[in-house]
C-alpha cells in the first residue's frame, strides 16, 4: 500500500506555474490522424454530440469500410474511428465532409461543445439550448481567431439543469428562468449575466480573451492560466463592453454543479415519450449496434457520459427497442452494473497503457454486479488517464504488476491502494473505492 495520505485534485495551474507547451497541441481530430497501436486513429467532433441520420449514416461507413467496424464515444459526446489505415485522410476527409461533419477544415479540432443532451425533450431546464448550439458552432467556424484555440478547450451549453455545467468546461453558458445567459469561466463561481440572443456571441468573446491572456504562455485550457479564472473574467467582462454586448453591471455567485450526471437509462419524459437514453460500456459500439440506434429514431444525441439518447422514434415503440437493445449489450434500464464504468483504450490499441484495461473493468462488473448509489469508476492504463470523469469517482489506474486505486470525493484524493496480481483483492479495493459514505 502507498502512504496513506490526502491531496486535492487539483488542476495543473493550481501550483502557480503554468505548465510547460513548448510544442503544438497534438489532439487528434478528422484531418490529423493519431498512430496508435491498432492503426490510426481519428476523432470526429460532433458538437452537442447530434447527429442526423444521414451523418450517422456517414460515420458507420468510414467505420466499416475504413477502419475496424466500431464507433469508440467520447467523454466529449465526440467519436473516435479506430483501426484506420496509414493512408485513408483523403477519403475519410471526403465522407464526413459530404455529411457534413467537416463544416471548416481549419476549425474542425476546435468544435469542442457539449450541451445538455435532454433539452428542450423533457420539459426540463429553462430553455432548449439547441438554438445556441447551432449559434455557436457558426461562430467559433466563421472566426480567424477562434482557429487558434487548442483541441483540447472545451465549451458547455447548460439548459439550466446542472448537468454539463459540472464537466469543467472552459466557457460556460448556464440558462436562466428569466431567459438570459449566465456566462461562466472556467471553474469560477463568479458569472456574467448576458441577454439570451447574445449569448452564443458573448461564449466566442470569451474564448477570444483567454487566447489573448494565454499567448504569453501558450496554455491550452483555463485552469492552466496563472491567475485565477474570475480575474479572466473580468477582462471577458471589458471585451464585452467593447464589442457591444450588454453585460449586467455585478458578478454574480454561482456554486459550480457538481453532479455532472448523464441522462437516466430508459424511456425520456413523459410515459410513452418518442425519445430514449442507452448506455454503451465503456463507449464502446459495433456497426450493428450503431445501425440499429440510428434506424430507430431521427437523430441521435450523444452525451459526455458515454450513452446515446435516440430522439424521434415511432410513438409505443420504446419497450420493444429498449428490450433489443438490452439484449444486444447495451444498457436499456435502471440497476446496470455498468453503470458509472469507464476505461481508456488500454492495451492492445495503446502502447503507454500498462494493462488491458478494459478486459479488467469488464471482470470486475461480472464479478462485482449492480450496487446502488455508489460513485462511478474509470480505469486508467497510465498516469495520463485520458478521457477520465471529474467529480467524485474510484480511479484506478494502472502501475508495473498491478493497479492502484484511490477514491476521489469532493475535489480530494483520499490513501491510495496499490494492488498487485489479486483479481479478488482488486475487486474488493475498487468496491471500496467506489462506496460513497466511509
Not at 165 to 194: K, N
Not at 334 to 358: E, F, H, N, Q
Not at 392 to 411: I, M
Amino acid at each position: 500500500m502507498l502512504a496513506a495520505m490526502s491531496v486535492p485534485d487539483t488542476p495543473p495551474s493550481a501550483s502557480g506555474a503554468p505548465p510547460s507547451r513548448d510544442r503544438g497541441d497534438a489532439c487528434p481530430g478528422s484531418l490529423r490522424l493519431h498512430r496508435a497501436d491498432d492503426g490510426a486513429l481519428a476523432r470526429v467532433r460532433i458538437p452537442g454530440g447530434v447527429l442526423s441520420d444521414r451523418q450517422a449514416d456517414a460515420l458507420l461507413e468510414a467505420a466499416r469500410e475504413l477502419g475496424d467496424g466500431e464507433l469508440h464515444l467520447t467523454s466529449r459526446g465526440n467519436v473516435q474511428l479506430r483501426g484506420l489505415g496509414a493512408e485513408c485522410g483523403g477519403e475519410l476527409a471526403e465522407l464526413l465532409g459530404g455529411a457534413g461533419l467537416l463544416p471548416s477544415w481549419s476549425h474542425e479540432r476546435i468544435r469542442n461543445v457539449v450541451a445538455s443532451p435532454l433539452s428542450g425533450l423533457d420539459g426540463r431546464g429553462h430553455r432548449d439550448v439547441r438554438p445556441w448550439l447551432t449559434a455557436l458552432d457558426a461562430l467559433l467556424c466563421g472566426s480567424d481567431k477562434a482557429a487558434g484555440l487548442s483541441g483540447r478547450f472545451l465549451f458547455a451549453l447548460d439548459d439550466g439543469r446542472g448537468d454539463v455545467d459540472a464537466l469543467g468546461a472552459d466557457v460556460s453558458l448556464l440558462a436562466a428562468a428569466d431567459g438570459s445567459a449566465l456566462l461562466r469561466i472556467g471553474a469560477a463561481e463568479t458569472v456574467v449575466r448576458v441577454a439570451g440572443a447574445q449569448a452564443p456571441r458573448a461564449a466566442l468573446i470569451a474564448a477570444g480573451t483567454f487566447l489573448d491572456a494565454a499567448r504569453p504562455t501558450g496554455v491550452w485550457r483555463v485552469a492552466e492560466l496563472p491567475f485565477p479564472a474570475a480575474e479572466l473574467l473580468e477582462r471577458v467582462r471589458k471585451a464585452l463592453g467593447a464589442a457591444g454586448v450588454e453585460a449586467a453591471a455585478g458578478a454574480e455567485h454561482v456554486p459550480l454543479a457538481t453532479a455532472a450526471e448523464g441522462p437516466g437509462y430508459g424511456p425520456v419524459g413523459v410515459p410513452g415519450a418518442a425519445s430514449v437514453c442507452v448506455g454503451v460500456p465503456l463507449g464502446r459500439l459495433t456497426g450493428a449496434q450503431w445501425e440499429s440506434l440510428a434506424r430507430a429514431g431521427s437523430e441521435l444525441r450523444l452525451t459526455p457520459w458515454r450513452s446515446v439518447v435516440v430522439t424521434g422514434m415511432a410513438p409505443g415503440g420504446a419497450a420493444a427497442r429498449l428490450r433489443e437493445w438490452g439484449e444486444a449489450g447495451l444498457v436499456a434500464g435502471p440497476g446496470s452494473a455498468w453503470t458509472g464504468v469507464g476505461a481508456c483504450i488500454g492495451r492492445p490499441g495503446c502502447a503507454k497503457s500498462l494493462a488491458d484495461v478494459r478486459g479488467d473493468a469488464e471482470a470486475f462488473v461480472r464479478s462485482a454486479g449492480a450496487v446502488a448509489g455508489q460513485f462511478p469508476v474509470y480505469w486508467s492504463g497510465c498516469e495520463r488517464r485520458c478521457g477520465h470523469p471529474g467529480g467524485d469517482r474510484a480511479d484506478v489506474v494502472a502501475v508495473p504488476g498491478g493497479y492502484r486505486v484511490t477514491q476521489v470525493r469532493d475535489g480530494v484524493r483520499g490513501a491510495p491502494v496499490t494492488v498487485q496480481g489479486s483479481p479478488a483483492d482488486l475487486a474488493a479495493a475498487v468496491t471500496a473505492a467506489r462506496r460513497t459514505r466511509s
